[in-house]
T-cell receptor, first 111, second 114 residues
Framework: GQQLNQSPQSMFIQEGEDVSMNCTSS?????WLWYKQEPGEGPVLLIA?????ELTSNGRLTAQFGITRKDSFLNISASIPSDVGIYFC???????????FGAGTQVVVTP | NAGVTQTPKFRVLKTGQSMTLLCAQD?????MYWYRQDPGMGLRLIHY???????AKGEVPDGYNVSRLKKQNFLLGLESAAPSQTSVYFC?????????????FGSGTRLTVV
């Protein structure tokens, strides 16, 4: 199947710092999604991207759909302790809503 | 509260035992999915359904069966559990494949096969 490469695998940052993570694929996607997962819970959608080149913000989060349709990035500005969690990218390539997930980026925020 | 409910939340099985995981959604969503999540990996699709009475295989379907007899329920069965099926299982639903709000996930079932 399609492979999504998500990096970095983990990040240890201080409160107030910005965070960047990205996903790349060997194949084209028509939708990119970014999720956050906290311990013991299912992933929660943060941002959805539907067009190549699209830049979308949700509060302190900003994500972009790469021009080639094979990559996406997520930025978190001015991190706070509640940003702790695992962030996943996911790409959708078909009409059935099936998603291909990256392996996740674990974010740890220290005061 | 509206959403996706998974039962049970935890289960320990012996190798060779069978069990069924239940996923129920009250949002009248057409599409439902079962994923598994293993340490250090993203979620991988096991099976999915595009409507009542339909099922299809995902990326890792071997060892699992599913049924969607009612629109609101999607069952995942393990006929003969193996240690390799130790994982966290997530169910998700979606109104349409291109729904703006993406999936709604359940909180997961943690399964251990010993």
């Amino acid at each position: 199947g399609q492979q999504l490469n998500q990096s970095p695998q983990s990040m240890f940052i201080q409160e107030g710092e910005d965070v960047s993570m990205n996903c790349t694929s060997s194949s084209i996607f028509n939708t990119w999604l970014w999720y956050k997962q906290e311990p013991g819970e299912g992933p929660v959608l943060l941002i959805a991207l539907y067009k190549a080149g699209e830049l979308t913000s949700n509060g302190r989060l900003t994500a972009q759909f790469g021009i080639t349709r094979k990559d996406s990035f997520l930025n978190i500005s001015a991190s706070i302790p509640s940003d702790v969690g695992i962030y996943f990218c996911a790409g959708q390539a078909d009409s059935w809503g099936k998603l291909q997930f990256g392996a996740g980026t674990q974010v740890v925020v220290t005061p | 509260n509206a959403g996706v409910t998974q039962t049970p939340k935890f289960r320990v099985l012996k190798t060779g035992q069978s069990m069924t995981l239940l996923c129920a959604q009250d949002m009248n969503h057409e599409y439902m999915y079962w994923y598994r999540q293993d340490p250090g990996m993203g979620l991988r699709l096991i099976h999915y359904s595009v409507g009542e009475g339909t099922t299809a295989k995902g990326e890792v379907p071997d060892g699992y069966n599913v049924s969607r007899l009612k629109k609101q329920n999607f069952l995942l069965g393990l006929e003969s559990a193996a240690p390799s099926q130790t994982s966290v299982y997530f169910c998700a639903s979606r109104r349409l494949p291109d729904s703006t709000y993406g999936y709604t996930f359940g909180s997961g079932t943690r399964l251990t096969v010993v």
